[in-house]
């Protein structure tokens, strides 16, 4: 996805606007490629997936505590699979991409209050989803 929105940066350069600041607009571009295929129900590898693999050798050298992370691990990814678009795209950016919540509304082009509000509800979605699993 990275190699991709670079790709998409270069290819629309000449609709980037020199007297405004490159990182918005650059994470633009990736934020829209990102959820053009959240729409398209394509899975995409998450940063967090990379994450939560290393974690998994690092848990213990036991295979069965190894496997049962794992398995946790697995349910967390499926958890925030399922979470409708405008809800995974802000939990991935902040927890994933380390944003801000002015830069996630910034990037997804919606209010500061939005970013919030759905923050808010797709974190008590995933403890719903994951209080009886994890």
Same mark, same amino acid.
């Given at each position: 996805?990275?190699?991709?929105?670079? #790709?998409r940066?270069?290819d629309? #350069?000449?609709?980037?606007?020199?007297?405004?600041?490159?990182?918005?607009w /650059?994470?633009?571009?990736?934020?829209?490629?990102c959820?053009?295929n959240?729409?398209q129900r394509?899975?995409?590898?998450?940063?967090?997936?990379?994450?939560?693999?290393?974690?998994?050798?690092k848990v213990?050298?036991?295979?069965?505590?190894?496997?049962?992370h794992?398995?946790?691990a697995q /349910? /967390?990814?499926?958890?925030?699979l399922a979470l409708?678009?405008h809800y995974?795209?802000? /939990?991935?950016?902040?927890h994933?991409?380390?944003?801000?919540?002015?830069?996630?509304?910034?990037?997804l082009n919606?209010?500061l209050?939005?970013?919030?509000?759905?923050?808010?509800?797709?974190r008590?979605?995933l403890?719903?989803? #994951?209080s009886?699993?994890?």
């Amino acid at each position: 996805m990275t190699q991709e929105a670079f #790709l998409r940066a270069h290819d629309r #350069l000449r609709t980037y606007d020199p007297d405004r600041s490159f990182g918005p607009w /650059i994470r633009r571009v990736g934020a829209n490629l990102c959820l053009n295929n959240i729409k398209q129900r394509r899975l995409i590898t998450l940063p967090l997936e990379e994450e939560l693999e290393g974690m998994t050798r690092k848990v213990s050298e036991r295979p069965e505590a190894a496997q049962a992370h794992a398995e946790r691990a697995q /349910i /967390i990814r499926d958890a925030i699979l399922a979470l409708p678009g405008h809800y995974r795209a802000v /939990i991935e950016l902040r927890h994933s991409f380390e944003m801000s919540y002015q830069e996630i509304a910034e990037t997804l082009n919606i209010p500061l209050s939005d970013v919030k509000s759905h923050l808010f509800r797709a974190r008590k979605t995933l403890a719903e989803r #994951l209080s009886p699993d994890v």
